[in-house]
């Protein structure tokens, strides 16, 4: 099996993906069976105040796939969706192969025939076509919300969900962001911020989610074992 590299970004979403790894492997290879799996984690300050110069941003993950390659992983993965504009330089650069959280969650859109999907994540993420592009491509109508709810999105990401600050209205205030969304004519959310999950998933969502964290620990799984 290949050696799973896991470029942190934020601690949430870091601890949800590598959590998902070991759930998703166990049912494969048996209760307690995982690849191998390292985590790189600068101080995510560092990230934030990066952002959007997208050149600095890359530096700072190739430092984590250099040292991840050290230690012998064979692939790695950013479980960060704003910090995947910096996906094509660092994928350029880097040492060892990266799978792109953009492209496993477009094929997951095609897969399930949605044609309108709704785009939550940071405010970067949301205004900045990380997904619309790529969506676009395959012919996939993306849908926004409104500026009030972006800003809403956005300060719960940074104010509550990152800082592991939830509160009891916390998911309740995301769900209403989603069936404003779904009123609009979406038929899907994806999730483009890998701390969301951690307050909506397809339990209490009106819309189907793309949990884009759980998706790229999949199939990071799928690719430590094949």
């Known amino acids: 099996m290949k050696h799973i590299g896991i470029?942190?970004?934020?601690?949430?979403?870091?601890?949800?993906?590598?959590?998902?790894?070991?759930?998703?492997?166990?049912?494969?290879?048996?209760?307690?069976?995982?690849?191998?799996?390292?985590?790189?984690?600068?101080?995510?300050?560092?990230?934030?105040?990066?952002?959007?110069?997208?050149?600095k941003v890359a530096n700072l993950l190739l430092v984590s796939a250099e040292r991840l390659k050290m230690i012998g992983a064979d692939f790695a993965i950013i479980p960060s969706n704003t910090m995947h504009y910096a996906f094509p330089i660092v994928q350029k650069k880097s040492p060892i192969p990266l799978l792109s959280i953009v492209e496993m969650t477009v094929e997951e859109c095609k897969e399930k025939n949605y044609r309108t999907v709704a785009i939550l994540g940071t405010g970067l993420t949301m205004e900045g076509r990380l997904y619309q592009n790529a969506l676009d491509i395959h012919n996939i109508q993306s849908i926004l919300p409104d500026d009030n709810d972006r800003k809403t999105i956005d300060r719960i990401i940074f104010d509550e969900i990152v800082p592991a600050q939830i509160t009891d209205s916390t998911s309740q205030r995301v769900l209403h962001v989603i069936d404003a969304l779904k009123k609009r004519g979406a038929d899907s959310v994806i999730l483009g911020c890998t701390e969301l999950p951690l307050v909506v998933g397809n339990h209490n969502s009106p819309l189907p989610i793309i949990d884009t964290t759980r998706l790229l620990a999949r199939k990071a799984v799928q690719h430590a074992i094949h």
């Open 7 to 55: 470029i942190g970004v934020s601690a949430e979403g870091a601890a949800l993906c590598f959590q998902t790894i070991c759930s998703e492997a166990g049912k494969i290879l048996g209760a307690f069976s995982h690849p191998e799996i390292s985590i790189h984690e600068q101080s995510s300050k560092l990230y934030f105040d990066a952002q959007p110069n997208w050149e």
